[in-house]
Antibody
Framework: EVQLVESGGDLVQPGGSLRLSCAAS????????MNWVRQAPGKGLEWVSY????????YYADSVKGRFTISRDNAKNSLYLQMNSLRDEDTAVYFC???????????????????WGQGTLVTVSS | SSELTQDPAVSVALGQTVRITCQGD??????VSWYQQKPGQAPVLVIY???NRPSGIPDRFSGSSSGNTASLTITGAQAEDEADYYC?????????????FGGGTKLTVL
């Protein structure tokens, strides 16, 4: 059974830092790209960051670029999100999600999240 | 950057059919996936690709796409389908790949 378990959420002051972790089990972690997605209280979902299976490629949403760093340790089956210079608007539940990408028989590209963790709450407030 | 637009709220009578739509320029190039989220829970994938359902998702859920609009159809809505629904796709603007969610549609089953 695939499991993703986030941890590290906390109350932090504006300008502070926090590191989130996501422990993966039940699948070959090193074979999949992984993502962080967040959801502010009462708001919709926002994709935050992506890392490829080998850590060779990372992408970030414009809202976090330059402040957040995604990383992974395939030996530990773990995904991380280092968050620096935190702002009030970073307050959210942060989910890790396994990404699946493929090209279908017509050559069309597909990308989706097939498994999600339960999330960890980050609150940025003074 | 481009956007995915969803109606904020939709309602359907129990057992009837409802269509939830997602509009965006990037949908002319990329497929969407659809996620169901109930209060206090993580999102759940319900449709991906052209019209594929993960194991465990009832066949009353289906997806379609035409031009810049993708749709999630629930045929014979059940009380347990009441939830928020989000579309998700690639953002085709900018130099590097980004992904984006629609704003979400709150489905009420009457």
């Amino acid at each position: 059974e695939v499991q993703l378990v986030e941890s590290g959420g906390d109350l932090v002051q504006p300008g502070g830092s926090l590191r989130l972790s996501c422990a993966a089990s039940g699948f070959t972690f090193s074979s999949n790209g992984m993502n962080w997605v967040r959801q502010a209280p009462g708001k919709g979902l926002e994709w935050v960051s992506y890392i490829s299976s080998s850590s060779g490629t990372m992408y970030y949403a414009d809202s976090v670029k330059g402040r957040f760093t995604i990383s992974r340790d395939n030996a530990k089956n773990s995904l991380y999100l280092q968050m620096n210079s935190l702002r009030d608007e970073d307050t959210a539940v942060y989910f890790c999600a396994r990404g699946i990408n493929y090209y279908d028989t017509s050559g069309s590209y597909h990308y989706y999240f097939d498994y999600w963790g339960q999330g960890t709450l980050v609150t940025v407030s003074s | 950057s481009s956007e995915l637009t969803q109606d904020p709220a939709v309602s359907v009578a129990l057992g009837q059919t409802v269509r939830i739509t997602c509009q965006g320029d990037s949908l002319r190039s990329y497929y969407v996936s659809w996620y169901q989220q109930k209060p206090g829970q993580a999102p759940v994938l319900v449709i991906y690709g052209k019209n594929n359902r993960p194991s465990g998702i009832p066949d009353r859920f289906s997806g379609s796409s035409s031009g810049n609009t993708a749709s999630l159809t629930i045929t014979g809505a059940q009380a347990e389908d009441e939830a928020d629904y989000y579309c998700f796709s690639r953002d085709n603007s900018g130099n590097h790949p980004h992904w984006m969610f629609g704003g979400g549609t709150k489905l009420t089953v009457l």
